[in-house]
């Protein structure tokens, strides 16, 4: 007995001749793991093979020993929450996720109720009734993934949740995500941002070119990161006497002037981020935004996959 | 202290069986349609022949010396035809926007990542069309069919034409079927449901307009089955006898859709995916 929930085996997917996914072999546990990886690493081919939503060309995913593949019982211990919209734009989002409940075989009273309850989760009661083509891009998010939580499944799975939150229905929803796990929840979140993951998980995935590159403690992933210069956009008018000052500090390895600031590179970043508001307010420094892309994911990979 | 079991609690309720399932689908569907008032007017229109013919057979028992109207079967295989324009309306509306809608909303994968198989989601939306057509056809045929009797002095009618509501159900299922798969097909085909609509009326104008060209250069009468919709009236003639200006193809035509339905369920078991497969 592993204590594995999830297991995919030899788990493979092409499109033609294009590999969607390669070989992946997987135990998943109960809590959250997050998948991390680039745009177009094979994220959500996983975990659309893992929904059953795709037929694997070779492998399978079990849940429970039960392959999912083409078995819709096992659905009723899934809850998948898509990357992309997927609503009926005139249906009031009670309505939406109601009707989807009831897809698990409640009955109508039993499918309202799961789904008011659903919908509180995810804070949307105000808007319950209002129609889904007039919520905003967050709200879209919070009803797929009030849908996903309605008939309240073993594993959950959540294809880019937080994309188009605000942070306050981003900081509810990771709570959320981690009350489930706590409540003895297995949740997988995939995520192309490294401290989206990291404020849900220590347990993450690395996907890339479809293949799992590393797995494990969240720390390391960012040890690793911290060895690669890590790029932070300065939006400043300033450009000069803020790049004197910046370029006395030893973890800064480069400046180089935008448009309209500067991009920094550090070893160091979050020493960075802790000592630049003390530096803004002691000069004065006028700094209009700071922006970090960390696009140095795609380094970190580069090196994981050598 | 008590250390309670911490782990996944699944739901211990009552469940509805997998194999209604996909009523919810087709309930869901009727409730979205009944909501809409263009709707409601547009099958209380779907009466108007109906009616009409109702009125006929009051006139014929209450003015018999009149010789209104022969009822007999060709009086129901009419009717059918006749409501087979229901058939293209209710195809382009509601029926061309059933499967199309969900793939421009990307719906199917919400479907289809429920216990719901495919073939539960097809027949949810098949039953939707099927359910409207059934009501044009199957539920004015009865009624006629059960007013005659009940106008009836006799039982003459009744032994000449008992077969006749047998008639009236299987030409209206296997129609209702053949025409619903249709809609479905042409629905899978595109996110806009424009677009399914024109692709409808072209395929009925075109394979109409095709029929008639080859019977005009080979002056064969069986090529009519060419057209989709006068295969589906020849069909009537299967079950009701008799012969048109075309004679009675009834044979051919009910082969010629059952391999259409063939070209429909290939088609639906390729378009109707939860993921759009890119090669």
Request: charged content about 20%.
């Amino acid at each position: 007995m592993t204590g594995a929930v999830l297991e995919c085996r030899g788990l493979s997917r092409w499109y033609g001749q294009v590999i969607g996914i390669n070989d992946v072999n997987l135990d998943l546990a109960p809590g959250v793991t997050g998948l991390l990886g680039p745009n177009g690493a094979g994220k959500s081919t996983l975990l659309k093979l893992i929904t059953g939503q795709i037929k694997p060309s070779r492998g399978t995913v079990s849940l429970h020993g039960q392959t999912v593949w083409d078995n819709p019982d096992v659905m009723r211990r899934l809850g998948f929450c898509p990357e992309q919209d997927a609503l009926y734009e005139n249906l009031t989002g009670l309505s939406f996720v109601a009707s989807l409940a009831r897809l698990n075989g409640y009955s109508r009273a039993e499918a309202r109720e799961r789904a008011l309850k659903a919908i509180g989760k995810v804070d949307l009661l105000d808007a319950k009734d209002k129609k889904v083509g007039g919520y905003s891009k967050g709200m879209r998010q919070r009803i797929k993934l009030a849908q996903a939580l309605v008939h309240e499944p073993e594993v959950l799975i959540l294809d880019e949740p937080l994309a188009g939150m605000d942070p306050l229905a981003r900081r509810s929803t990771i709570r959320l995500i981690r009350e489930i796990a706590a409540d003895g929840g297995t949740v997988i979140v995939s995520s192309h941002i490294l401290h989206e993951v990291e404020a849900m998980t220590r347990s993450i995935l690395l996907v890339h070119h479809g293949r799992i590159v590393a797995e494990g403690n969240v720390h390391e992933i960012r040890d690793l990161i911290d060895e690669h210069p890590h790029r932070i956009f300065l939006g400043t008018p300033e450009i000069r006497r803020v790049a004197e000052a910046l370029v006395k500090w030893d973890d800064v390895q480069g400046i180089r002037v935008d448009d309209e600031g500067l991009v920094v590179e550090t070893i160091r970043p979050d020493a960075f981020y802790s000592r630049l508001p003390g530096l803004v307010l002691e000069h004065n420094f006028k700094v209009e935004s700071m922006i970090s892309a960390d696009d140095n994911l795609q380094a970190v990979f580069d090196y994981l996959v050598k | 202290m008590p250390i309670y079991d911490q782990s996944y609690r699944p739901y211990r309720g009552h469940l509805s069986s997998h194999a209604m399932r996909w009523w919810t689908i087709t309930r869901t569907g009727l409730m979205h349609l009944f909501s809409k008032k263009i709707f409601l007017v547009l099958i209380t229109m779907t009466f108007f022949y109906p009616v009409v013919a109702g009125f006929q057979i009051y006139f014929v028992h209450q003015f018999p010396e009149q010789n209104l109207v022969t009822i007999n079967a060709e009086f129901f295989r009419m009717t059918m035809e006749i409501q087979l324009l229901w058939f293209l309306v209710l195809g382009i509306y509601p029926g061309t926007g059933l499967i199309s809608n969900d793939l421009r909303w990307n719906a199917i994968q919400l479907y289809l990542s429920k216990p719901l198989t495919k073939l539960d989601y097809i027949a949810g939306k098949l039953a939707i069309i099927g359910i409207f057509l059934l009501g044009v056809s199957l539920v004015p045929g009865l009624l006629l069919f059960g007013l005659q009797l009940g106008f009836s002095s006799d039982t003459k009618f009744l032994t000449s034409f008992w077969w006749i509501p047998f008639s009236v159900i299987g030409y209206s299922v296997s129609a209702s079927f053949a025409w619903g798969m249709i809609v479905l097909a042409l629905s899978s085909l595109s996110k806009n449901s424009r677009y399914v609509g024109i692709l409808l009326i072209a395929l009925v104008f075109a394979s109409g307009g095709m029929a008639l060209f080859f019977w005009g250069i080979t002056d064969a009468e069986g090529v009519i089955i060419i057209s989709v919709i006068d295969e589906l009236k020849q069909l009537s003639y299967l079950f009701f006898g008799g012969q048109g200006a075309f004679g009675n193809h009834g044979f051919a035509a009910a082969i010629t859709l059952v391999f259409l339905m063939g070209v429909c369920a290939a088609t639906l078991r390729r378009r109707v995916r939860a993921v759009e497969v890119v090669k």
